[in-house]
């Protein structure tokens, strides 16, 4: 297994906000953390990323604790994807790609052939390579998602970290980004995504993580954890889950909350 939680504890310092957190995720796998506000998925990944302390359990990385591995080499193992990212100066896209191999120099090393290389097949595994000699900010939300994605890919790394990666984004970017997150999983890569649609566990994932106040409340296969009764001990309001088909009889399944009692307005 590469990413293996166990019961971890941890928090801020004043107290800890996991209480207890257990969950795996291999090669190919799309895990996706759903819960509401507050329920512990921020403070879940910055715990992996080894920017909070862990006051109980393990995290393991291929069968080795993240606390016997270096800065260096974690960042060789884990890419952090965040939702908006706004540098401070106009950089192309293949300047903003290259900065992920930042982890493989050496103090006042500067990129080489070898690393723009690298760059340009990262976009191309994104289909955004056309995007390269392009000013990132110049670019909408959903091709900034994108160039984040391979700048994580030209890092290396086979574990990403990707908060909320579909907020902001127009249908057809929502529906272009998620076709990109199932490609990298078919690629091998292991993605870890917080969400707040109960149907993105369904549409690109294989396991979900269902918390709530810092607890699991369930982890496992979309279709086990995700029921009408689960997602309204989450999230306190009456959902139906609902299977169907598409026009080319594809299974989907829809998550509607419930308005037991319409009010006048």
Do not use: W
């Not at 960042?75 to 192309?92: D, E, K, L, R």
């Not at 990666?165 to 690629?187: C, F, K, R, T």
């Amino acid at each position: 297994m590469l990413l293996e939680i166990e019961n971890v504890f941890g928090g801020y310092g004043n107290g800890d906000i996991l209480k207890g957190i257990s969950c795996s995720a291999d090669y190919g796998d799309v895990l996706c953390l759903l819960g509401p506000n507050g329920c512990g998925k921020t403070t879940l990944f910055r715990i992996i990323l080894g920017s909070l302390p862990v006051s109980n359990g393990k995290i393991k990385i291929a069968g080795k604790n993240i606390s016997d591995f270096t800065t260096k080499t974690l960042a060789n193992m884990i890419a952090y994807i965040p939702q908006y990212h706004s540098p401070v100066f106009a950089y192309t896209v293949l300047d903003m790609v290259i900065m992920g191999r930042a982890s493989h120099f050496s103090a006042f090393e500067t990129p080489k052939e070898p690393d723009q290389e690298a760059a340009f097949a990262a976009l191309e595994k994104v289909n955004a390579l056309p995007l390269a000699n392009r000013k990132y900010t110049s670019l909408s939300g959903g091709q900034r998602q994108l160039v984040l994605i391979a700048r994580a890919i030209c890092q290396s790394a086979k574990i990403f970290i990707m908060d909320e990666p579909a907020a902001n984004l127009d249908y057809a970017n929502h529906q272009l980004l998620m076709e990109v997150i199932s490609g990298l999983a078919n690629q091998g890569y292991c993605i870890i995504m917080s969400t707040h649609s109960p149907e993105h566990p369904f549409s690109v994932g294989n396991k979900v993580l269902l918390m709530k106040s810092g607890k699991v409340m369930g982890f496992g296969s979309p279709k086990e954890i995700i029921t009408s009764e689960t997602l309204q001990s989450v999230y306190d309001i009456e959902m139906d889950v609902i299977t169907t088909h598409d026009r080319y009889g594809r299974e989907r399944t829809i998550c509607l909350p419930v308005n037991s009692s319409p009010k006048a307005f």
